[in-house]
């Protein structure tokens, strides 16, 4: 299952990232630590979800 969730989020991202490649180069990296602790807080949400079982 969090494969899954990993593959939807890349996809979003990939999506996200089509329009952001033309703004400056500050605005990707700051949108991409966003996105760095969006996804490191999704695991620990889904390993914590995964380990309650």
Not at 2 to 25: C, D, Q, S, T, Y
Request: aromatic share 12%; proline share 4%.
């Amino acid at each position: 299952m969090p494969e899954m969730f990993r593959i939807i989020f890349v996809v979003v991202l990939l999506l996200l990232a089509i329009p952001l490649f033309n703004k400056g180069k500050e605005y990707w990296d700051e949108k991409l630590s966003k996105a760095k602790v969006i996804v490191q807080s999704m695991e620990k949400a889904i390993r914590y979800g995964a380990g309650k079982k």
